[in-house]
C-alpha cells in the first residue's frame, strides 16, 4: 500500500502581553507620537498616489497591463515546468495520470522509490505504465492526456492533485504499488474518492471497470469488490472500508483524491512482493499490458468505442 503520513500543525497556546504601566504624562506624550506618525503617512499615501498618476499619464495604459501579462506568463511557465503538464486541447478529454513516488524527497533526502522488493522499484513501474497509458491516450486523439509527475522532481500529492485541477482534468488515475513483508500477499485493489465527496459516485464506476478488468488479466480482487475507501485516523492509522459502506466520514483520505477536483481513483495494482503479481505488471511487457487495460477503462468510463 502507498504509504501516506498526515501532519497537523497546532498553534501554541497564545498568553496576552503583560500590560505596562505608564504615567498620565508619558501616556499624552506616546497620545501626540502617534498622531504625527497618522499625519506622516497620511502625507506619504498622497503623495505616492499623485505619483502614480503621473507615471500613468506618461507612461500609457498599455504599461502596467504589459508588465503584469509579463508577470502572468513567467507564472505559467514555471507552475508548468514544474508540473510536467501537457497542455490541453479544446474538445478532447483531460485525463491526469499520476504515477505514484518518483523524485528526490526532501523530508528523507533522497529518491523516493516507494515500496521496493526483488530488485524492482515501484516508481520506476508506476512510472513507465504511466508513460505507456500516456502514449495510448495521446494517440487516441480523444484524449489530452497529462502526467502530474515525470519523476525527475519530488512533488507532492497536493501539488499533483492541484496540476490535475488546473488542467481541468475530468479524472485522475494514480498508479501505485502495495507492499507486504509476507510474499504470500496479492492481488489487485482500488481506493476510490469517498462517500463524503460529490465525486465518489464516478470514482467507484471507474474502479469497479478497473478491478474487472485486472480480474481478467489473473490477479485476485482484494476485499469484496477491488474497490474500498481509505481514511487516515489518529496517529496516521489506516481505516479501510469497502465501497459497499456508503457512510460518509470526515476523516482524510488519500491527499490527491481531494486536491484533484474531479473523479478520481489510486490503483494499488498489486504487490511488488509477490513474485506473481510482478509477473503480469512488471517489465516493458507488463507495464504496457496495464497501461492498455487502463485505457480501454477509461474509452468505456466516457462512453467511447476503442478505435
Known amino acids: ?74 507564472q505559467q511557465e514555471s507552475g508548468s515546468a514544474a508540473a510536467g503538464l501537457a497542455a490541453p486541447a479544446d474538445g478532447r478529454i483531460v485525463v491526469a495520470i499520476d504515477p505514484g513516488h518518483g523524485g528526490v524527497n526532501p ?10 522488493s526483488g530488485g524492482l522499484r515501484e516508481s520506476e513501474i508506476t512510472l513507465a505504465t504511466a508513460r505507456a497509458l500516456y502514449s495510448l491516450l495521446e494517440a487516441d486523439g480523444r484524449f489530452a492526456p497529462l502526467l502530474t509527475a515525470d519523476g525527475t522532481a519530488y512533488l507532492k500529492p497536493s501539488e499533483r492533485g492541484a496540476a490535475a485541477q488546473a488542467a481541468g482534468a475530468e479524472f485522475l488515475l494514480s498508479i501505485h504499488l502495495n507492499y507486504d513483508g509476507s510474499s504470500d500477499s496479492s492481488g489487485f485493489e482500488c481506493y476510490a ?33 477491488g474497490v474500498r475507501y481509505l481514511y487516515y485516523g489518529w496517529n496516521d492509522e489506516k481505516l479501510i472500508y469497502e465501497s459497499t459502506d456508503a457512510t460518509p466520514r470526515s476523516e482524510p483520505t488519500f491527499t490527491v483524491l481531494e486536491a484533484c ?42 462512453g467511447l468505442e476503442e478505435p
Open 1 to 74: 500500500m502507498a504509504k501516506g503520513r498526515i501532519v497537523r500543525y497546532e498553534e501554541p497556546a497564545r498568553r496576552a502581553p503583560e500590560r505596562s504601566v505608564y504615567t498620565g504624562r508619558a501616556r499624552r506624550r506616546r497620545r501626540r507620537r502617534g498622531r504625527g506618525l497618522l499625519f506622516a503617512l497620511a502625507a506619504l499615501v498622497l503623495a505616492s498616489a499623485a505619483a502614480f498618476v503621473v507615471w500613468h499619464a506618461c507612461a500609457g495604459p498599455g504599461a502596467g497591463r504589459a508588465q503584469t501579462e509579463g508577470d502572468e506568463a513567467a
Open 107 to 116: 523530508s528523507i533526502g533522497a529518491e523516493d522509490y516507494g515500496s521496493e
Open 193 to 225: 474518492a469517498p462517500p463524503r465527496l460529490a465525486t465518489n459516485a464516478d470514482s467507484v464506476r471507474f474502479g469497479l471497470l478497473a478491478a474487472r478488468a485486472f480480474s481478467g488479466l489473473g490477479l485476485r480482487l482484494r476485499g469484496t469488490t
Open 261 to 302: 477536483g474531479c473523479p478520481a481513483v489510486l490503483c494499488e495494482e498489486g504487490f511488488i512482493s509477490s513474485s506473481g503479481d510482478m509477473a503480469l505488471l512488471a517489465g516493458e511487457d507488463g507495464c504496457q499490458t496495464a497501461a492498455e487495460l487502463y485505457y480501454q477503462c477509461l474509452c468505456e468510463y466516457f
